[in-house]
């Protein structure tokens, strides 16, 4: 298994483009979200989808919009970039809700906006 | 959605142990206890979980107070490829986290 896979490592828009961060995991977990993570931090959830076709918010939600139209896939788009978006983007899955399971990341995408 | 305490920063020898404390006085009964860590420019990845009782891994150890309201992660022989950023972090059946700034630890060679 591939795992959790995050598309592109890296990235640098202008203020005000928009882009889709991709993420898409091959371990058929029910559970994927999305968190940032700004330098000396913890994360800090973003969006999360507990199933195909159904997505919710998380912390800090503004400015991202996301979908999950397969269980496999669940990319973050940026609508209009800004700099208070740079930041590390890190994408995660896990089997279930149940509290015992184990979370799953991806390496991450490290975005700056100018 | 309770909240952990960690130090800020650990250090430690190489080769030798170390305890990682973690407070979570608000715990309630369905909380587990996780711990991943983060290695430097790379995704958290997951080191251990508990309920009640002490758990060990091919990782690490952890020790559940009696109360639950603390934990500790045990490394038993630290070594380098050890230094990261360690998160504790409390999960129920609801699906958000909480993830605080972790302790970083410092391995000396």
């Known amino acids: 298994n591939a795992g959790v896979t995050q598309t592109p490592k890296f990235q640098v828009l202008k203020t005000g483009q928009s882009m889709t961060l991709q993420c898409a995991q091959d371990?058929?977990?029910?559970?994927m979200s999305w968190y940032r993570q700004d330098p000396g931090m913890g994360l800090r959830l973003i969006h999360y989808s507990v199933g195909a076709g159904i997505t919710d918010q998380g912390e800090v939600p503004n400015g991202y919009n996301v979908s999950r139209s397969t269980t496999e896939d669940f990319p973050l788009r940026l609508l209009s970039a800004a700099p208070s978006q740079t930041s590390v983007y890190f994408c995660?899955?896990?089997?279930?809700?149940?509290?015992?399971?184990?979370?799953?990341f991806g390496p991450g995408t490290r975005l700056t906006v100018l | 959605d309770a909240k952990t305490t960690q130090p800020n920063s650990m250090e430690s020898n190489e080769e030798e142990p170390v305890h990682l404390p973690c407070n979570h006085s608000?715990?309630?009964?369905?909380?587990?206890i996780h711990w991943y860590r983060q290695l430097p420019s790379q995704g958290p990845e997951y080191v251990i979980h508990?309920?009640?009782?002490?758990v060990n891994n091919r990782m690490a150890s952890l020790a559940i107070a009696e109360d639950r309201k603390s934990s500790t992660l045990i490394l038993h022989r630290a070594t380098l490829r050890d230094a990261a950023v360690y998160y504790c972090?409390?999960?129920?059946?609801?699906?958000?986290?909480?993830w605080g700034a972790g302790t970083k630890l410092i391995i000396k060679p």
């Open positions: 995660a899955s896990r089997p279930g809700l149940a509290a015992y399971n184990e979370q799953f």
């Open positions: 972090i409390l999960r129920d059946n609801n699906y958000q986290l909480i």
């Open positions: 371990m058929n977990h029910e559970y």
């Open positions: 608000t715990i309630s009964g369905t909380d587990y």
């Open positions: 508990g309920l009640t009782s002490n």
